[in-house]
């Protein structure tokens, strides 16, 4: 029971859900809690509930506008959450179960984290004083959470919760954005009051640099002789493909996404565009060798993997760098010009003055550049991969570049691709066009287990679209309960199993490492895992495919379905005992 006064207040600037009201309400904690997550702009809640959330399952009943997406373990939970943010662009909720639950959803919150996902995770609380008697699944929660969380807080009074929840979402939406944590105990969801809600508070950092820090970054920029460009994570969130095009034409550079691709950074097909930087810091310095400036856009620079005596940065080469996230500018290797502003507005201020001062030198220039880089370019070393992917058209096991040349030409502009595939999928990206920013999604921080689960959050956030998930099935076994919650919303999603049966990559690197071909730990054949008998098992209608041309035929059908389906691909598994 609750009762509503109202004044009519307009939106901020980029809200979507219409008309933001000043609500008072008298009512419990619990739908104190979701009116203000409405407020907030949040549509889906995330969640595996516990008996600490039942509170939040009862009041959920009397607000239709919140839609709570099941999911059967928190890591999944917290997953889906994580691709819906990314998909969308806007700040998403999610609950888990006590300590345990967090416990459980720590790795994906830490890839939340890394991705910057503005999310609201919150988790039930024992009632305040009961936790001084340590009763089951009780823990400190907020010293759990806070290593991997822009802010952690327990509401303590019923009275600040309207405070609260706005300054969570303040702080998730505010860049860099991430993750925050709220500890809900149960006597402040059951108590009630009266209280007036407030309204939320949206910071805009969509700022241009000052005019003379723009008149030092052109300055930098014109002196160049063999500018590179280095796209990265904060164009996506910038919207900025086209603005980073713009200024690859002005100057005729060429174009790489950062060493880890973990979205659709730049466009593919347009005539700038190298590909992927590595991490392999070898053929990384090799690639920047021939450049005297690095223009490194809303991007982490040169983040590797590995150790490697040799450093991927060439000594000669400089670097500008533009970005919010003020953590990264400069963190490794010194920057000429840092500046800690949006990427696009950036970029639109920057280009009108690189044409004026430059003049018709500059045109020349780039007019030079883009045709040396036509023999080099993506567009042609996709050409030079295809040619050499099509030999391998009737292997069996199935020759992973093969694959991923195949499910490419079959891809459709409406598909977005989430890439967890790792080895089996490391080539998808020399064939795969990326064309608009939520095109593609792949892995952040290099901790597995994120993709089926995350697919599942990009395709509700990206309704009208079909989603490909390629996950290897290291990966898969990481989340397949995310299976079930496909099934059961008839999502329109294929994933894509990738089985060499077994850790590829760690098998690769002990060989490489340390010379040692003795795998102990790294097979999944006695017994073998089936896939496709698993999906089934939880819903979504699986295959197995062992042959080239049964692939082709599978994968085009189920890109007409309405629902999930996955395809398990017997792909050719690497180095054996």
């Known amino acids: 029971h609750y009762t509503l006064f109202e004044l009519t207040v307009y939106p901020f600037t980029g809200y979507s859900q219409g008309e933001l009201k000043i609500n008072t309400q008298t009512a419990h904690g619990r739908d104190l809690f979701l009116s203000l997550l409405a407020q907030e702009g949040i549509t889906h809640i995330f969640g595996n509930p516990g008996t600490t959330e039942l509170a939040i399952m009862h009041a959920l009943n009397d607000h239709k506008d919140l839609s709570y997406v099941l999911g059967l373990q928190e890591s999944v939970v917290v997953a889906m959450a994580d691709g819906f943010a990314r998909a969308s662009g806007s700040l998403t909720a999610c609950n888990v179960h006590v300590a345990p ?70 702080i998730a939406t505010t860049a860099p954005t991430g993750p925050v944590f709220l500890s809900l105990p149960g006597d402040i969801l059951n108590q009630e009051t009266q209280i007036a809600l407030g309204l939320p508070t949206r910071v805009n950092t969509v700022g241009r640099p000052t005019d003379c820090s723009l008149e030092q970054l052109t300055n930098t920029i014109l002196a160049s002789k063999s500018p590179v460009i280095i796209a990265g994570s904060e164009v996506v969130s910038s919207d900025a493909q086209n603005a980073v095009a713009t200024l690859a034409d002005t100057l005729g550079a060429p174009v790489y996404q950062q060493t880890v691709p973990s979205g659709a950074h730049f466009i593919s097909e347009h005539p700038t565009f190298m590909g992927s930087l590595t991490r392999d810091q070898k053929r990384v310095r090799n690639a920047l060798e021939p450049y005297d400036l690095m223009l490194a856009i809303g991007c982490d620079i040169l983040q590797m993997s590995v150790w490697s005596p040799v450093d991927p940065l060439p000594p000669e080469l400089e670097i500008v760098q533009i970005g919010l996230r003020d953590w990264e500018i400069g963190k490794n290797y010194s920057v000429k010009v840092a500046l800690r502003h949006d990427v696009r507005e950036t970029l639109d201020a920057l280009v009108p003055l690189l044409i004026k001062q430059g003049g ?48 490419s030409n079959q891809l459709t502009e409406n598909c977005i691709v989430v890439d967890e595939g790792l080895t089996a999928a490391k080539s998808l990206l020399n064939f795969m066009p990326l064309r608009d920013r939520y095109s593609y999604f792949g892995m952040v921080s290099g ?85 496709a008998g698993l999906s089934t098992a939880l819903g979504t209608p699986g295959t197995q495919i062992n042959e080239p041309a049964e692939f082709i035929d599978c994968f085009a059908e189920s890109l007409k379905n309405s629902g999930p389906s996955l395809l398990e691909v017997m792909v050719e598994p690497g180095p054996s005992n």
């Not at 004083?129 to 009763?135: A, K, R, S, V």
């Not at 567009?379 to 991969?385: D, M």
């Not at 295809?386 to 195949?406: V, Y």
Request: without cysteine.
């Open 447 to 531: 901790g597995i287990g994120w993709g089926i689960a995350a697919a599942i959050g990009v395709q509700l956030a990206q309704p009208n679209r079909r989603v490909v998930a390629i996950i290897g099935d290291g990966s898969a076994m990481y989340s397949p309960q995310a299976l079930w919650t496909a099934a059961h919303l008839r999502l329109p999603i294929t994933f894509v199993i990738l089985n060499n049966r077994g850790y590829r990559i760690l098998k690769e690197r002990l060989i490489a490492f340390h010379s040692d071909d003795r795998f102990i730990g790294m097979d999944f054949k006695n017994p073998p895992i089936d896939m």
């Open 360 to 407: 018709q030198g500059l045109k020349d220039r780039a007019s030079a550049g883009l045709k040396s880089l036509g023999s080099s370019n993506w567009l042609t070393n996709r050409a030079e991969s295809i040619k050499k992917a099509s030999q391998n058209s009737g292997s069996q096991p199935i020759e992973p570049e093969w694959l991923m040349m195949a499910l």
């Open 101 to 170: 639950g967090l416990g459980n959803a720590i790795g994906s919150i830490y890839n939340a984290y890394k991705s910057g996902s503005p999310l609201i995770i919150t988790a039930g609380q024992q009632e305040q004083g009961h936790g001084l008697t340590e009763p089951l699944l009780y823990g400190p929660m907020i010293d759990m959470a806070q290593p991997v969380v822009k802010w952690a807080y327990e509401i303590s009074r019923i009275e600040d919760m309207p405070r609260v929840i706005h300054r969570a979402a303040k």
